[in-house]
């Protein structure tokens, strides 16, 4: 069973930064697809930020410029350094592992709640 888990998250104000960190109980980069997704309340869970072996990187465009996926093989991690936060930010952060030849076998952890208000 792989064990995925987020943290980083908490409050920030308008304009601030947050990095989300995500580690797993086994090697993150032995997947082809490492993603970030998020669900703000009463919305449909969307993908922010995705590294993906062969379709390079994807951000969605409202983060585009102010988002910065990427990976720390040393340290097993997948960061996720969000600068320029606006309100609609406001959500649970999950991290997504999976390989694109299975793409309905995705691991996914718990979530880590990231709010932005003054």
């Known amino acids: 069973q792989v064990q995925v888990m987020e943290s980083g998250g908490g409050l920030a104000q308008p304009g601030g930064s947050l990095r989300l960190s995500c580690t797993a109980s086994?090697?993150?980069?032995?997947?082809?697809?490492v993603a970030w997704y998020r669900q703000a309340p009463k919305q449909q869970r969307e993908l922010v930020a995705r590294?993906?072996?062969?379709?390079?990187?994807y951000y969605k465009g409202s983060v585009q410029g102010r988002f910065t996926i990427s990976g720390d093989n040393t340290k097993n991690t997948l960061v996720l350094q969000m600068n320029n936060l606006t309100p609609d930010a406001t959500a649970v952060y999950y991290c997504?592992?999976?390989?694109?030849?299975?793409?309905?076998?995705?691991?996914w952890g718990q979530g880590t709640q990231v709010t932005v208000s003054p």
């Open positions: 590294i993906s072996s062969n379709k390079g990187t």
């Open positions: 086994v090697d993150i980069f032995s997947f082809n697809n």
């Open positions: 997504n592992l999976f390989n694109a030849s299975a793409p309905r076998l995705r691991y």
